[in-house]
């Protein structure tokens, strides 16, 4: 054993400490790796483990993080901060009451959070949300992995509820739903308007505002989305059938209703591209099965056409999103049932 | 001669690790002392030898045709040093411990020719079950002497196998270069005379073309090039995409009415009934990182694994481990004999201390079943050792364990029912009989959760509350009983 890994040992067993020995060997495994072997066989297993996995989520966001401030500006920055602040102090408290290792969810979680608020939200704000999302939204079932509900979005949908004014107030056209107030959409619904594309996909040049600040930066969501298909950390077939079946949807509505957006334009707006790669493959969310995770797609799409052209709120992705979420178990239990409808042994 | 592609959904390839083998045969010479134990029998009277006789390599020891397999039979010349009680993986059995006198002679099994046309079935039986061969292979091989589940007429499929799917693998050019191919043929016609109703299939990986060439024959009904990926190598796999016919955990091919062999088997079955050697010495791979010099040796069975291990292990804790790394047993005490079944000997160092904040480092020699190593795209020899890799977490449905379980089952959710202890008919619905214990779901497992085990314990858990018997699962899979 090491010099200083020793010396942390010494500490973590002093007295004093004895209610943090979750937050000691978290640190413990963070920087000197696990000491344990495998019992038996199989006796070497892969490299891949949980905290590589997040790191991978994290870096996939950080160009649509860097562009968020860019584009707006450092108190993005420290909506970021306060995010994971509060996230890390809730997800610590509770390990120390558990007993149990800190969960590394709260770092993607923490990430994606502020990505989804509108820039200029106080700070006040976030930290509520936050600790409204990781709370209700993870924790109270058990952690990450147990959840049902996307726990971003659960914060989001939160402080959407309980301050609609300051979620509205300088965001939100008169027909825009509070849950991403993606402003060409709003545009599309109001005069019907198409922002060109090429402004949406770069974000640069936009005349009209953004709905979430982590929506803007499309082609860095679209590179953060494929390295992360590329890198197999998700799986291509929610992101895919999402996409797809919004450009479907739309496309045969369109033809029979103006009302609703085109293809092209609905992909490129609102926070469907951030929606598709970063939320909807939240694998503890989302459906396990392969069928399932098609059908969740399709849903998604679905819905989000529909919330998006007739419900009178200009986006429809993070409600369809949490409505899938919702139905999930149910999903993955029929696909499971009708997979072995004929099996009894 | 047919030649076909089959392979499986779900697996994986194993490659470009640390510390494949050279390709040649190595002599480590007699050992010294070599120990056999009884592990059929409790009583020490049934030796056929007793303390101090003088044995010739090739002599029985110990035989009794009422327990499946074939008599115990000494490997070396020398004399008895001791015949006693020992504890031996939970249970006390005889040992008898021979004294080499260093003479490399044996004797050969009776009734040897040199015209092997003019053997019938019978003389071959007698011939592989006197010199210790008929018992190899995971249901041995049929011969009137009980040595199989199943009788010799009964088998339908006769596979020999060299798939090269594990981590490490014996290479076929060495087996082939000891003896030579005409030898293997030789063998084969011998078993096909055991086996007359046998449809004979050869397994091959596909990425073997040169072998492929020089092995097709008439000999084989069928020539089968299967994907080498983990756990093509496994019998009930391998039967499977062979045949078309599932086998489940708890079952074995010969339950199909199949037997599958590998080469060096059909060799050592050429060797017994042309020249009369016994099963005396097998090629054993030593592979693994371990060891310091990886070669194929020539080993004496009943030799202890201190004496084959002796001078390439380079001061290393290592753990040493038989056939698989991922589903072979490590050698619990090196004082140990080699037994007969063992034919891959693997040294993997235990790694007891962790990485430095190995999370943030690039992993330039590190591999992973997701594309989050440098290795993925810098394929530098790839490490591995003991060590966990990381802690154990709840499951976040990464989706890695069902991406690989080459019989389709979701081990994740199965795994939640045998933790919440609901063990019922739903996970016997869901597959969980279809386990086939090949331990990959736990290699590739991102919370390090072990979730093969989880699947023994519900199948173990299913069968001792009476949900389903042995009996049901063979009926459910269209399966014949065996002894
Ligand atoms: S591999 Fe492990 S973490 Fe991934 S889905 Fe399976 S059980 Fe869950
Ligand atoms: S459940 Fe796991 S051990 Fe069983 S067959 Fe599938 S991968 Fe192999």
Redesign the pocket.
């Known amino acids: 054993m090491r010099k200083t890994q020793k010396l942390l040992h010494k500490v973590a067993d002093l007295k004093i400490f004895s209610p943090f020995k979750a937050v000691f060997e978290t640190i413990d495994g963070i920087v000197y790796g696990t000491p344990h072997v495998t019992p038996g066989a199989p006796h070497f297993l892969d490299h891949i483990e949980i905290k590589r996995f997040m790191i991978f989520a994290v870096a996939a966001l950080i160009p649509t993080t860097v562009a968020a401030v860019y584009f707006f500006g450092l108190h993005v920055l420290w909506m970021i901060i306060t995010s994971y602040v509060v996230g890390g102090i809730v997800e610590v408290s509770f390990a120390l009451i558990r007993k149990r290792e800190i969960e590394e969810g709260f770092l993607v979680t923490g990430l994606i959070f502020p990505l989804i608020l509108p820039p200029t939200l106080p700070l006040w704000a976030v930290a509520i949300g936050s600790f409204f999302g990781i709370m209700f939204g993870k924790e109270i079932f058990g952690g990450t992995g147990r959840n049902i509900f996307n726990p971003a979005l659960v914060g989001r949908l939160f402080i959407t509820m309980a301050f609609p004014e300051i979620m509205s107030a300088r965001w939100i056209a008169p027909f825009t739903d509070t849950l991403t107030s993606a402003t060409p959409l709003t545009v599309f619904n109001g005069e019907g308007t198409i922002t060109s594309l090429r402004e949406l996909l770069f974000g640069i040049g936009l005349q009209t505002g953004a709905g979430s600040m982590g929506e803007v930066f499309r082609i860095g969501i679209i590179a953060g989305g494929l390295f992360l298909i590329l890198a197999k950390v998700t799986d291509w077939k929610i992101p895919t059938f999402y996409l797809g079946s919004v450009a479907l949807f739309s496309w045969i509505l369109n033809m029979v209703s103006p009302q609703v957006a085109p293809p092209a334009f609905q992909l490129l707006s609102g926070g469907l591209l951030f929606g598709a790669f970063f939320m909807a493959t939240d694998p503890v969310t989302t459906p ?1 099965t392969k069928m399932g995770k098609v059908i969740f797609g399709v849903g998604a799409g679905i819905l989000t056409v529909l919330i998006r052209g007739f419900a009178g709120y200009a986006e429809g992705v993070m409600f369809s999103i949490i409505l899938m979420n919702g139905m999930t178990p149910l999903i993955d239990h029929m696909v499971m049932e009708n997979k072995y409808r004929k099996s009894t042994i | 001669m047919e030649t076909k592609k089959k392979t499986f959904k779900g697996g994986f390839v194993f490659k470009g690790f640390q510390g494949y083998p050279l390709a040649v045969v190595e002599s480590i010479g007699l050992p010294e002392t070599v120990m056999y134990p009884l592990l059929d029998t409790k009583s020490l009277n049934e030796a056929l030898v007793s303390k101090g006789d003088t044995v010739k390599a090739g002599q029985l020891l110990w035989q009794n045709d009422d327990v499946m397999g074939s008599p115990v039979i000494a490997t070396i010349n020398g004399t008895v040093k001791s015949i006693k009680p020992t504890m031996w993986e939970g249970s006390k059995v005889p040992v008898i411990t021979v004294e080499s006198d260093g003479t490399e002679k044996w004797t050969p099994v009776k009734g040897v020719t040199e015209d092997l046309d003019s053997l019938d079935a019978a003389d071959i039986e007698e011939t592989l079950y006197f010199a210790g061969v008929a018992s190899s292979g995971r249901d041995g091989i049929p011969t009137r002497f009980n040595t199989s589940p199943i009788k010799s007429e009964e088998v339908q499929h006769l596979i020999v196998k060299h798939c090269e799917s594990d981590v490490y693998n014996t290479d076929l050019s060495v087996l082939l270069r000891e003896n030579t191919l005409e030898d293997f043929f030789d063998g084969l016609s011998l078993l096909k005379k055991i086996m007359p109703n046998a449809r004979v299939y050869m397994a091959m990986n596909r990425k073997n073309p040169p072998w492929i060439k020089e092995l097709s024959s008439d000999l084989f009904d069928e020539m089968v090039l299967v994907t080498p990926k983990y756990p093509q190598g496994q019998d009930e796999i391998l039967t499977e995409t062979v045949t078309g016919m599932k086998i489940p955990g708890e079952c074995t091919p010969a339950n199909a009415s199949a037997i599958v062999l590998d080469v060096q088997t059909v060799l050592h079955v050429y060797d017994a009934v042309k020249t009369g050697k016994p099963l005396l010495e097998k090629i054993i791979t030593m592979a693994g990182p371990g060891f310091s010099n990886r070669s194929h040796v020539k080993v004496r069975i009943g030799t202890s694994f201190d004496q084959i291990v002796k001078g390439r292990t380079a001061g290393k804790e290592n753990r040493y481990i038989i056939n698989s790394t991922m589903t072979g047993s490590a050698v619990s005490d090196m004082a140990k004999p080699l037994e007969s079944d063992c034919n891959i000997l693997i040294a993997l160092e235990e790694g007891r201390v962790g990485e430095i904040m190995l999370w943030t480092k690039p992993g330039f020699r590190k591999h992973s079943i997701m594309n989050t190593m440098a290795n993925a795209i810098f394929p530098l020899a790839k490490i591995n050792n003991t060590n966990m890799n990381g802690e154990e977490r709840a ?8 991406n690989v379980c080459p019989s389709g089952l979701y ?2 959710q199965l ?1 939640k029912y045998v933790e919440r202890d609901k063990v019922d008919e739903t996970v016997m619905r869901y597959g969980i009989f279809k386990c086939i214990d090949c331990n990959l ?1 736990t290699y ?4 390090k ?1 072990p ?1 093969s085990d989880f699947m023994k314990e519900g199948k173990a858990r299913l069968i001792k509350d009476g949900y389903a018997s042995k009996k049901e699962i063979l009926t459910s899979y269209g399966l014949k009983e065996t002894e």
């Open positions: 396990y | 499951c976040l449905s990464c989706g890695n364990c069902y081990p994740t795994f779901c590739v497992c991102t919370a959760i979730l």
